[in-house]
């Protein structure tokens, strides 16, 4: 299994981003798949999850109308479009598979992370 | 949302002592709780899921134990490679929070 995020990078507050996060080594579409912020120096905070066909998707309140999850199945590539990016955006991003096609709740965890990609936000 | 409290927030152990985190759910999440170990600079790695659930190819001195909304991970004997950050994460319901995190250093 690999996952390679991508994307990141500077931007302006108020400005836009699209990370994106490529996978391969396994069925990309019998997973769900989630985006994990790290701000530096800081812990874990879950950002946004997608099921595995796309059609269910979670966010945390702290990014819900900014930001939006999305994949496209036949390239194997999990997406974050980050609009209105604010300063307390800057973290690294991390994209992670999950054990299930939907995971809204029970036995869900994340098997596999790609290795993150930073976004800053700034003047 | 289910606040998810762990302790301590670091410690500074010898190698070979017995390391134990503590994790504490604001409400009964059964035993949806998984641990990650994050090394400096790495992406975290599943360790534990399920409460107890060893992920295949962890080292059995990782163990994870508790349900309801008290749960403990071990390691039973530290080793240097083990320094690393520990997060524990609720996934009884969405957002699945991660708690606070605990640094664990070596004496």
């Known amino acids: 299994v690999q996952l390679l995020e991508s994307g990141g990078g500077l931007v302006q507050p108020g400005g836009s981003l699209r990370l994106s996060c490529a996978a391969s080594g396994f069925t990309f579409s019998t997973y769900a798949m989630t985006w994990v912020r790290q701000a530096p120096g800081k812990g874990l905070e879950w950002v946004s999850t997608?099921?595995?066909?796309?059609?269910?998707?979670y966010y945390a309140d702290s990014v819900k109308g900014r930001f939006t999850i999305s994949r496209d199945n036949s390239k194997s590539t999990l997406y974050l479009q980050m609009n209105s990016l604010r300063a307390d955006d800057r973290a690294i991003y991390y994209c992670?598979?999950?054990?299930?096609?939907?995971?809204?709740?029970?036995?869900?965890?994340?098997?596999?992370w790609g290795q993150g990609t930073l976004v800053t936000v700034s003047s | 949302d289910i606040q998810m409290t762990q302790s301590p927030s670091s410690l500074s152990a010898s190698v070979g002592d017995r390391v134990t985190i503590t994790c504490q759910a604001s409400?009964?999440?059964?035993?949806?709780l998984n641990w990650y170990q994050q090394k400096p600079g790495k992406a975290p790695k599943l360790l534990i899921y399920d409460a107890s659930n060893l992920e295949t190819g962890v080292p059995s001195r990782f163990s994870g134990s508790g349900s309801g909304t008290d749960f403990t991970f071990t390691i039973s004997s530290l080793q240097p490679e083990d320094i690393a950050t520990y997060y524990c994460q609720q996934y009884d319901n969405l957002p699945p929070w991660f708690g606070g995190g605990t640094k664990v250093e070596i004496k």
């Open positions: 409400q009964d999440i059964t035993n949806y």
């Open positions: 997608i099921s595995g066909t796309g059609g269910s998707t």
């Open positions: 992670a598979k999950e054990n299930s096609p939907l995971c809204s709740g029970g036995s869900c965890y994340y098997l596999n």
